[in-house]
């Protein structure tokens, strides 16, 4: 059963920092690039950060280039997101999303989405 499953999603203020945890199971991790979407109330699911399948290349929307940073493990199948300077326009529900390369190709999984409210 394949499953991604965020967690560290929460209320923090203006300026801080959160770490966010996306744990796959059930597929062959290190065969799928991995990526972080933002959902906000209202706004269309945006692309925030991906990384490829070892972890060699990061891309970043222009809005949290410089703040966030995208990390993966390979060894646990676990992907971060590291968030930093929060702002409110940040606040959104933050999904894990997972693409298939090489015989995986095609494939894509989503996971449930964790919450991150920023507070002004």
């Known amino acids: 059963q394949v499953q991604l499953v965020e967690s560290g999603g929460g209320l923090v203020q203006s300026g801080g920092s959160l770490t966010l945890s996306c744990a796959a199971s059930g597929f062959t991790f290190s065969r799928y690039f991995m990526k972080w979407y933002r959902q906000a109330p209202g706004k269309e699911r945006e692309l925030v950060a991906a990384i490829t399948t070892a972890g060699g290349s990061t891309d970043y929307a222009d809005s949290v280039k410089g703040r966030f940073t995208i990390s993966r493990d390979n060894a646990k199948n676990i992907v971060y997101l590291q968030m930093r300077s929060l702002a409110p326009e940040d606040a959104a529900v933050y999904y894990c999303?997972?693409?298939?390369?090489?015989?995986?190709?095609?494939?894509?999984?989503w996971g449930q989405g964790t919450q991150v409210t920023v507070s002004s």
């Open positions: 999303n997972a693409v298939g390369t090489f015989d995986e190709y095609g494939r894509t999984y």
